[in-house]
């Protein structure tokens, strides 16, 4: 299970999401069921537990894929800022950063509801290989 202070942040490829969602919710140790999530103003997909205000429990068990699909389509959707690469020789690609939300009895966390109930958030990511 995740210490209250627990550090643990990812970025990657979309392909190694599945594999990272995976993870991170063994490394909780919640099990397959009781899974909430909600989706930031910024566009964080964060997966918790239980249904505090902002949370919803997925309307299924547990299942890393299927839970990576769902957020590989919402990360589709999100703007990624590439600006900072132009100048550089190298390509970039489409990818995520997940982080710890950390746990907190405040109301909101950087746009989370009830961080309390946090596991971890997806947001986009701009992976760049320098040539």
Known sequence: MFSSEQKFEVSGDISQLEATIKFAIEMHGIGKSGISFQITEDGKFCLGWGNANGWNKLPFDFDAHLVA???????????????????????????????????????????????????????????????
């Open 69 to 131: 699909e769902i957020v590989k389509q919402h990360l589709a959707k999100q703007e990624y800022d590439t600006s900072a690469y132009s100048c550089y020789d190298g390509s970039i690609e489409h990818g995520f950063l997940m982080k710890v939300i950390e746990n907190t009895c405040a109301s909101s966390w950087h746009g989370i509801k009830e961080p309390f109930y946090g596991i971890v958030s997806i947001e986009p990511f701009v992976n760049f290989y320098g040539k």
